[in-house]
């Protein structure tokens, strides 16, 4: 492959933002961008593989997305239980289940159904070959976060590219590891 080939396909991969936790999200600022539907991942963005109840942090920023005037969406790759139960015990309205990321199904649902322009949407999650993938393919903007957890049996070929696309990012110097946006964006986020 050749090299200008592989750097568009990278591409494919860059989150528009890196932050930490989606604890350190600037509603305002997301607002002030013209976001007004938030997409988000579970597993791992917002609790770790492994917990079943949302925590007050949790509550308190999906309250806040509402009370900032945003929709916000669960979307996740989970099953169905898993993911109305959490929903509804965190006072979510819209949720979607076994989304198949990064494949475009239950994104072109959401974007049916909820009609807002690409530049009014983001994706939060996890996983540059599912959340940060499926939002890239979507034309919509993404925040990467670094993941709560990981399942120890989790599908090897998955970390191993995972990984290997995380290596070919910093390699381009398009994104390290750990070295997040957050100290660079002041008061309003340079989305991509």
């Not at 898993?82 to 965190?90: G, L, P, Q």
């Not at 979507?138 to 993941?147: A, E, Q, R």
Request: proline residues 3%.
């Amino acid at each position: 492959m050749s090299r200008k080939k592989s750097f568009l396909l990278l591409n494919y991969f860059k989150p528009s933002i890196y932050l930490e936790s989606y604890k350190k999200i600037n509603l305002d600022s997301l607002k002030n961008s013209g976001i007004k539907l938030i997409m988000c991942d579970m597993d791992n963005t917002l609790i770790s593989w492994n917990e079943r109840i949302p925590n007050t942090d949790i509550i308190n920023f999906i309250k806040s997305v509402y009370e900032h005037n945003m929709e916000f969406v669960l979307f996740s790759n989970n099953i169905r239980s898993r993911v109305e139960n959490f929903a509804k015990k965190a006072g979510i309205k819209n949720y979607f289940w076994d989304c198949k990321k990064p494949l475009l199904g239950k994104f072109k649902l959401v974007r049916k159904l909820m009609p807002y322009k690409e530049n009014e949407i983001v994706l939060i999650g996890d996983q540059l070959i599912t959340d940060v993938l499926v939002a890239n393919r979507g034309h919509i903007k993404s925040i990467l976060v670094s993941p709560l957890g990981r399942v120890s049996g989790e599908k090897k070929i998955v970390q191993f590219l995972e990984n290997f696309i995380l290596n070919r990012l910093a390699q381009k110097n398009i994104l390290h590891e750990g070295f997040y946006n957050e100290g660079e964006l002041g008061g309003n986020y340079e989305i991509l």
